[in-house]
């Protein structure tokens, strides 16, 4: 556990922003890429319980709309990203991105208002290991690199 921490404390100093926030967003990261490797979610989930302005969730629905909890942390003041998981087994589920005061936005110069309250987020449908990578499609671009 302590060599988990240090590493996770090694990898969020290179991030830019509050030492909570770089280090919710590391760990949010592995968990991420640990739905593969059940046995790294467990060592995660305990030093996220660490973090200082961590919450837990308790009843969420996936962007797949299964039923679960999560964790969060507030990003900013308009934002709270929350990790979601399944109750019974504590499986990864996806991502949920909760706003939390309205927040006025001008991408391309077009300006509107995400709402208080708008959730968008991603869900983990699956995971499959493979022995090999895939053949590349015969209609990929190929690209010849003078070195």
Known sequence: MTALRARIEKVA???????????????SDLIQKSAARPSLASPLFEVAAGLEGISLI????????????????????T????LVFDKQTYHYLGTRYV???????SPGGHTYVV???????????????????PEPSPDASRLKIPC
């Open 13 to 27: 100093a290179q991030q830019a922003g509050p030492r909570r926030l770089r280090l919710w967003l590391t760990i």
């Open 79 to 82: 934002m709270r990203s929350e």
């Open 115 to 133: 709402p208080k309250g708008t959730v968008t987020g991603s869900a983990l449908l699956g995971v499959e290991a493979a022995d090999a990578m």
């Open 58 to 77: 308790p009843d969420v629905t996936d962007a797949a709309g299964r039923p679960g909890m999560a964790v969060g942390m507030a990003e900013d003041e």
């Open 99 to 105: 706003t939390t005061k309205d927040k006025t936005q």
